[in-house]
């Protein structure tokens, strides 16, 4: 199945909580992220981008340059943009926030909160999200 490849944000905060998106099209909880773009110097840094263009967290900072876990999933066909089913082959990278202040950007998600990791959907990500705390 082709595929692109995409680079999330795992983003605690001082409290230990996870940044979650809720997004639009796919109308679920998820951490912020999304396709690498030509323009992206590294995986760390498109994940960063995405988060910070999703929820408006500032000052990032990258906990570890070695992924923290990578995720082979599948997206449905999605007529409207063109694209048939594909797979996404999503690198996730820790960071932390010196801060709560959110802005949520709504032309692609509905809202961003800071939730317990257990809100994360992905039993082997959030095993290695607690591990990190």
Known sequence: MPGHVTASAIVLNR?????????????????????VEPTDVSLPQAAMREAVEETGVAALR??????????????????????????HYDVRYLFRAPTDDLTPQPAEVHAA?????????DPEL???TNAAI
Do not use: C, F, M, Y
């Open 126 to 128: 959030t095993r290695r």
């Open 15 to 35: 409290s230990g909580r996870v940044l979650l998106v809720h997004h639009k099209t796919l109308d679920r909880w998820l951490q912020p992220g999304g396709h």
């Open 62 to 87: 990258l906990a570890d340059p070695v992924p923290l876990h990578v995720d082979v999933h599948a997206i449905p066909a999605n007529p409207s943009k063109g694209e048939g089913a594909h797979s």
């Open 113 to 121: 909160e800071w939730r317990p990791t257990t809100d994360l959907d």
